[in-house]
């Protein structure tokens, strides 16, 4: 495709996928490293399994629901979901450009209760991180309707991916009676200090263990072979949590403090 084409098209480690190049840290991951956050992927992997049900909630362009969508295969489902009208469109086109149907791909928000929120519309043409739009407080842009995840009325679900950009806490409460039923593990961004221990309280009082999963977004072994790391260390910040009758261990992920004893730090290693 031409340089001034608005998204760019090519194999990546996980399939072909489409990316808008401009996005600071999804699209030029891609466009350097042929993946995005490969060690998210490797515990995605790691956890699911064939005919599993999960939920990828802020899905992006969907990067992660295709490394999901192949682990689960044609005897399982994932639903994945993003509010961003361009990022949507290209949810939808990932998972279609790799066959996959069991992946049902919805533009809503995730809360705690049925409303409608403001969605901020993004440039793409412009350089921007198109996926840390902030929708708690906006007051300019496209309407958008919310659901719980408790109105999806799952029979089973193995994993849910929350990273929604500082309305993980109120994702959690909208699931409440997902998590009390079902007891899916939980991969949870945790990056806004002032949200952190109310997100870690809802957590502890849903009688789930956790740790910390930090991983850096530069991967030495990425797939186009690029050893520059343009992130300069950056890394995410995700909390694994697992309820106590679950038959995952988590430790090959731990990052040496004990569980539920390490207290806030910020997303750079």
């Given at each position: 495709?031409?340089?001034?084409?608005?998204?760019?098209?090519?194999?990546?480690?996980?399939?072909?996928?489409?990316?808008?190049?401009?996005?600071?840290?999804?699209?030029?991951?891609?466009?350097?490293?042929?993946?995005?956050?490969?060690?998210?992927?490797?515990?995605?992997?790691?956890?699911?399994?064939?005919?599993?049900?999960?939920?990828?909630?802020?899905?992006?362009?969907?990067?992660?629901?295709?490394?999901?969508?192949?682990?689960?295969?044609?005897?399982?489902?994932i639903?994945?979901?993003?509010?961003?009208?361009?990022?949507?469109?290209?949810?939808?086109?990932?998972?279609?450009?790799?066959?996959?149907?069991?992946?049902?791909?919805?533009?809503?928000?995730v809360?705690?209760?049925?409303?409608?929120?403001?969605?901020?519309?993004?440039?793409?043409?412009?350089?921007?991180n198109?996926?840390?739009?902030?929708?708690?407080?906006?007051?300019?842009?496209?309407?958008?309707?919310?659901?719980?995840?408790?109105?999806?009325?799952?029979?089973?679900?193995?994993?849910?991916?929350?990273?929604?950009?500082?309305?993980?806490?109120?994702?959690?409460?909208?699931?409440?009676d997902?998590?009390?039923?079902?007891?899916?593990?939980?991969?949870?961004?945790?990056?806004?200090?002032?949200?952190?221990?109310?997100?870690?309280?809802?957590?502890?009082?849903?009688?789930?263990?956790?740790?910390?999963?930090?991983?850096?977004?530069?991967?030495?072994?990425?797939?186009?072979?690029?050893?520059?790391?343009?992130?300069?260390?950056?890394a995410?910040?995700?909390?694994?949590?697992?309820?106590?009758?679950?038959?995952f261990?988590?430790?090959?992920f731990?990052?040496?403090?004990?569980?539920?004893?390490?207290?806030?730090?910020?997303?750079?290693?």
């Amino acid at each position: 495709m031409p340089d001034t084409a608005l998204y760019k098209q090519k194999p990546c480690r996980h399939g072909m996928m489409l990316y808008n190049p401009r996005d600071a840290y999804v699209g030029r991951s891609l466009d350097l490293y042929g993946e995005f956050s490969e060690g998210e992927a490797e515990f995605f992997n790691a956890v699911l399994r064939p005919g599993d049900i999960a939920l990828d909630v802020g899905a992006n362009i969907g990067c992660h629901t295709v490394v999901m969508a192949k682990r689960v295969g044609d005897a399982g489902v994932i639903v994945a979901i993003e509010p961003q009208r361009l990022l949507y469109q290209l949810l939808s086109a990932n998972v279609a450009l790799n066959g996959l149907t069991r992946v049902w791909c919805m533009q809503t928000a995730v809360t705690r209760d049925r409303r409608e929120i403001v969605v901020p519309e993004i440039d793409p043409k412009r350089q921007g991180n198109f996926g840390g739009i902030d929708l708690r407080q906006s007051n300019d842009g496209e309407i958008c309707r919310t659901i719980r995840i408790d109105d999806l009325q799952l029979e089973r679900c193995r994993l849910i991916k929350l990273d929604v950009e500082g309305m993980e806490l109120e994702a959690l409460l909208g699931a409440s009676d997902t998590i009390k039923r079902l007891q899916p593990i939980l991969y949870l961004e945790n990056d806004r200090k002032e949200n952190a221990g109310e997100l870690e309280s809802l957590v502890n009082s849903y009688g789930y263990d956790w740790t910390w999963h930090t991983p850096p977004l530069f991967n030495p072994d990425n797939f186009s072979g690029n050893k520059e790391d343009v992130f300069e260390n950056v890394a995410s910040l995700n909390m694994v949590c697992i309820p106590k009758t679950a038959d995952f261990d988590f430790k090959d992920f731990m990052t040496g403090a004990p569980i539920n004893q390490m207290s806030w730090r910020p997303p750079k290693l």
